[in-house]
């Protein structure tokens, strides 16, 4: 009788949009991971009106080539793994394949691309390809993004107040910021700069560009291992803490990752030092084999299953708690910001 069918691609697409394309910020995101994936040193992330009106991401990384830029825009396609066991050895940010034909299919986007063999420029409008034609040779990706969830109205009615949208923006690049101390990344909003990073691989350099000097000062540097873990990153001062738990970033391998458990031991390893109710700020940065970690769990990937999670836990935890036994011997340890 013919009831089942299957769905257009641009439907399917816009479907998957709806996990992987929230809000604005999860375009920044997607953007910037795609960028770093590509090897950039430079990031400039330009925005307008939180994100709603426009989000232009631009990169020196590897560019698209020609003959492969239609391929980048469908579903499912990827550079960054073949086979079942890259899926469980995933050294990227991206591996879905499915962002950028989300993006296109709930947006405008206009990419211009060059590997400096090749130069493309690239338009998609509501998941319809309207335009490709050669571009000029500029190593990198230019990608910009209007009109965001015009075809979607739902969506567009759900986002929240334009300074919450921009904060989650603002908190999306400032993770990124954080787990690749090496990348030079720029937020403009509106003309006006809200982060710049040097690219130069000091990780407390980048704590002091997002949360101040005054606070990088009160931040100090840990470290610590297990067989199967490598920790390393700032802990903030007893004296510095927050009413809220967000500025407590976890990175496994180089994305943020958002796990309870490993921020209660951020927040277990300061025992009786903070006061109810108060945060520390803290950068953990902790590597591991790819095997250890399942980033598959969920589209947007800040959600991770760990396979050893309470050994983890105890490092991050006990490695605060050594590290702060007598904060007043600290002081010397700071490097001058
Ligand atoms: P994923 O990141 O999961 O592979 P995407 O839809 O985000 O999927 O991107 C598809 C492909 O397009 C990537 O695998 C990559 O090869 C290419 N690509 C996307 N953005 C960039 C970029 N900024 N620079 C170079 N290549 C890119
Ligand atoms: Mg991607």
């Known amino acids: ?50 994100g709603v009106q ?27 793994i073949t086979s079942r066991e890259d899926l469980f050895r995933v050294h990227s940010l991206g591996f879905r394949g499915e962002a ?22 690239i338009h998609y409008r509501g ?23 015009f075809n979607t109205p739902a969506r567009l009615k759900y ?7 921009l904060a989650n923006i603002l908190d999306v690049v400032n993770r990124i910021a954080l787990s690749y101390p090496a990348v030079a990344f720029r937020l403009v909003h509106n003309a006006k700069e809200l982060l710049k990073t040097a690219g130069r691989g000091d990780l407390q350099q980048v704590i002091a560009g997002i949360y101040g000097v005054q606070n990088a000062r009160k931040m100090v540097a840990i470290q610590g291992a297990t067989a199967d873990f490598k920790l390393s990153g700032f802990v903030a001062l007893p004296e510095l803490t927050r009413a809220s738990r967000q500025y407590i970033t ?46 598959n769990v969920h589209p947007t990937k800040q959600e991770v299953r760990l396979s050893k999670e309470p050994e983890l836990a105890k490092l991050i935890s006990t490695t605060i ?17």
């Open 1 to 50: 009788m013919g009831k089942i069918h299957e769905l257009s691609s641009v439907l399917a697409d816009q479907i998957a949009a709806g996990e992987v394309v929230e809000r604005p910020a999860s375009v920044v995101k997607e953007l910037v991971e795609n960028a770093v994936d590509a090897h950039a040193t430079q990031v400039d992330i330009l925005v307008q009106e939180s």
């Open 54 to 80: 426009s989000i232009r991401v631009i990169d020196d990384g590897d560019g698209i080539d020609d003959a492969e830029v239609l391929t980048a825009f469908k579903r499912h396609a990827t550079s960054k």
């Open 100 to 121: 950028l034909p989300s993006i296109a299919s709930v947006a405008d986007v206009v990419m211009n691309t060059s590997t400096g063999t090749t130069g493309t420029s």
């Open 127 to 149: 998941g319809k390809l309207l335009q490709q034609s050669p571009a000029p040779l500029r190593q990198g990706t230019d990608i910009t993004v209007t009109d965001l969830f």
């Open 159 to 165: 986002l929240k107040s334009p300074q919450t949208e």
């Open 250 to 295: 976890v990175l496994i391998n180089g994305r943020a990752i958002k796990n309870q458990q490993l921020t209660k031991a951020v927040i277990k390893g300061y025992g009786s030092k903070l006061m109810v109710g108060r945060y520390p700020i803290a950068v953990i940065a902790l590597t591991m084999d790819p095997l250890l970690v399942d980033v």
């Open 321 to 337: 708690t050594e590290r702060l036994v007598d904060v007043n011997l600290i002081p010397s340890a700071l490097t001058n910001l």
